[in-house]
């Protein structure tokens, strides 16, 4: 399990580069393939010192990647030597490490805040790395001060610190504050003490292993490192878990990945192997893994309360987010209530459009209207409004009766035409049409003519029935623009939020509504007319946190707009596909894509179900380092809206070829 340490200080000076041969040796001789990396340097000889002493055969130009001869901070230093650094290859640098080594320590220039560039600091590096930090500091007048601001601002800046270790500068007799110092910052800093680092007078492997071995903790750094022993991740997943959508017989018998850990657009395995996430974790990770803001921003709410009903009490990030949302959402949304994931948003909304009318007297308004075809989620409620009999078939006697009209995207005039007859003969029984807008996710990506959700509006508006859009897989940038149904100026009675709302990170839904339909809930206490409707974990103060901050990216990084870019090249680059003799369609809205698979193009003959050829294409994109999820036969690809031109090229790249390898192996094999 490739992983990394860095190493900072309170200051330049300190021994960073002795404690970071200390940890080495250590490591070492508890058997690990330790790598190490000093990816700026301002004079001296560290980085040859420690290649040299701890025997390491990386290249020094991946070990020191930028070397500036004067003894300056990094952005004056690389200045004057006319030498650009380029922070992403140091960062692509350290992951070619990783792949050859357990652990890899970084160490670090100066302190935290000592600037590589004139706008990025080493805790900017850090970060990017996403590694947990040791801190350096020496012993004496002064260290208490020195060390609290550092620990201080590294939890300020979002920084993990595993410990600190005390560097011994010279054989000069210690007094009260050497012996004192370390203790008083454990206390009021609330880190680990790992240890103290005698003065070393000769840096001999062999002595600073013998005079270091029982003066150095390694159990921080260990109990992030160290796999327990003779244990089998995905053996014990198979003897105790059971997966959803997966049919587990196919499960126990074929090879699984276990994800260890998460960057940018990029899934770690337990063995150290890196893919990209073309499917955005089933559709819910927005700016990239492991962002820094978000991280920060849910850390410091875990720092002041990380649950409390809301039953009867309210929280800030609750309120806050509810706020935000309303900001953003189509015009005449005015109400949010809170679920835990897409299927309870659905529940809620139904719930809601039915209630209110028996609430104010229209009792006959009990029908729900939804699309062959269409996806709501896996809880009752949301499989009865569902039409795709593979999912739910097998549940129609346990859930209630609702009208079904055909997709948009199969037969656009037929469905308005129904959906008005039914209206007209039938409005005053219909409490609702509830929708995915402009495309349906799970039926494989079928994407609707333009205007057809407007002309749905209309209807509804006429024949007095609440339009629901089901936005949990379309909205936050999915479909090109915050919400879908934005596209065709279309203000829904009720919104339904979730996936992306927390930008992948923790369980939120959202159901958005009309003060008209809140309003419809508003009695005396004792006509029992309250919306009976909750769950434990309503309006987490974490995930509103999480979703707070997402939100804020979105503004900050300005996701929408470089989003519009990657949308054209990438609808430009799967136009190439159909010189793939099975690829029958590509289907794309916004950075929702589905491609499906046929025998025969010109007759879209379809490959039988038990076939598998979407999960065959899947698996042999994962031994080229992509993970995809089919939907039957059509292949889909949803990657985080952050992902880069590259990586979303490599990921239609691998695609590409896969579906290739795959369907030609098909053809030699029937």
């Known amino acids: ?201 000769d840096l001999n492997k062999a002595k600073i292993l013998k005079s270091c071995k029982n003066k150095i903790s390694l159990k921080e750094i260990l109990g992030k490192f160290e796999k327990p022993k003779n244990i089998n991740f995905e053996d014990l997943d198979k003897e105790y878990v059971w997966h959803p959508f997966a049919q587990m017989r196919d499960w126990l018998s074929e090879e699984q990945l276990v994800i260890d850990e998460a960057k940018g657009s990029y899934l770690k395995d337990i063995n150290g192997r890196w893919y990209i996430d073309g499917v955005s974790s089933l559709w819910v990770n927005v700016h990239g893994h492991n962002h820094p803001h978000i991280n920060k921003a849910v850390k410091k709410q875990l720092e002041k309360v990380s649950h409390s009903t809301f039953l009867g009490l309210s929280n800030v990030a609750a309120v806050q987010l509810a706020k935000r949302l309303v900001d953003i959402a189509p015009k005449g949304l005015k109400k949010v209530f809170y679920s835990d994931n897409g299927s309870t948003a659905v529940e809620v909304a139904i719930k809601m459009a039915y209630q209110y009318w028996q609430n104010t007297g229209k009792t006959k308004k009990t029908g729900l209207i939804h699309l062959e075809h269409s996806y709501h989620g896996d809880t009752l409620g949301s499989v009865s409004v569902g039409g795709i009999d593979l999912f739910h078939k097998v549940y129609r006697k346990m859930i209630f009766k609702t009208i079904s009209i055909p997709s948009p995207a199969i037969d656009a005039q037929k469905c308005l035409k129904d959906l008005e007859s039914l209206l007209r003969k039938r409005g005053n029984e219909v409490a609702a049409l509830i929708v995915e807008p402009l495309i349906q996710g799970a039926a494989g990506m079928l994407v609707w003519p333009r205007g057809i959700l407007k002309k749905m509006e209309q209807l509804c508006r006429r024949y007095n029935v609440f339009l629901i859009c089901d936005e949990v897989a379309t909205g936050f940038g999915r479909a090109g623009t915050m ?188």
């Open 483 to 670: 919400f879908a149904c934005e596209q065709e100026k279309v203000s829904p009675d009720i919104l339904c939020l979730a996936k992306g709302l927390t930008g992948g990170y923790l369980p939120l839904a959202a159901t958005l509504t009309t003060q008209k339909i809140f309003d419809g809930f508003l009695f005396d206490y004792k006509d029992q007319k309250t919306f009976f409707h909750g769950h434990t974990y309503t309006a987490n103060p974490l995930s509103c946190a999480a979703a707070l901050a997402n939100l804020d990216v979105f503004k900050t990084e300005k996701t929408l707009y470089n989003l519009q870019p990657k949308i054209k090249f990438l609808e430009k680059k799967l136009k190439s596909f159909y010189t793939l003799a099975h690829v029958g369609e590509i289907r794309q809205k916004g950075f929702m894509v589905g491609i499906e698979l046929s025998k025969d193009r010109t007759t879209r003959r379809p490959y039988l179900w038990n076939e598998k050829i979407g999960i065959k294409v899947c698996q042999r994109a994962r031994k080229y380092g992509v993970i995809l999820r089919p939907l039957g036969n059509v292949v889909v690809l949803m990657p985080p809206l952050s992902i880069s031109i590259k990586e979303l090229d490599e990921l239609v790249r691998v695609t590409y070829q896969c579906i290739k390898e795959a369907t030609e192996i098909y053809d030699q094999s029937s």
């Open 1 to 201: 399990m490739s992983q990394g340490i860095f190493i900072t200080a309170t200051d330049t000076g300190v021994g960073k580069t002795a404690v970071s041969f200390v940890l080495g040796a250590l490591l070492q001789k508890r058997g690990f393939n330790v790598g190490y990396m000093k990816p700026v340097q301002c004079a001296g000889w560290d980085a040859k010192w420690i290649k040299k002493s701890l025997r390491l055969k990386d290249p020094l130009g991946e070990i020191n990647p930028f070397f500036a001869p004067e003894a300056l901070s990094p952005h004056l230093a690389f200045k004057r030597a006319k030498i650009q650094i380029n922070i992403p290859k140091i960062i692509s640098t350290y992951r070619k490490l990783q792949e050859k080594h357990d652990i890899v320590i970084v160490e670090g220039a100066g302190g935290l805040l000592v600037p590589l560039v004139d706008d990025y600091l080493v805790a900017d590096l850090i970060r990017d790395l996403n590694l947990d930090t040791v801190i350096v500091s020496r012993l004496g007048l002064g260290t208490i001060n020195h060390t609290l601001l550092t620990i201080k601002q590294a939890q300020g800046e979002g920084i993990r610190i595993k410990g600190v270790i005390f560097n011994i500068l010279s054989k000069d007799k210690t007094g009260i504050p050497e012996k004192t110092n370390s203790e008083a910052i454990k206390k009021l800093g609330g880190v680990s003490i790992m240890g103290i680092v005698p003065y070393l007078k």
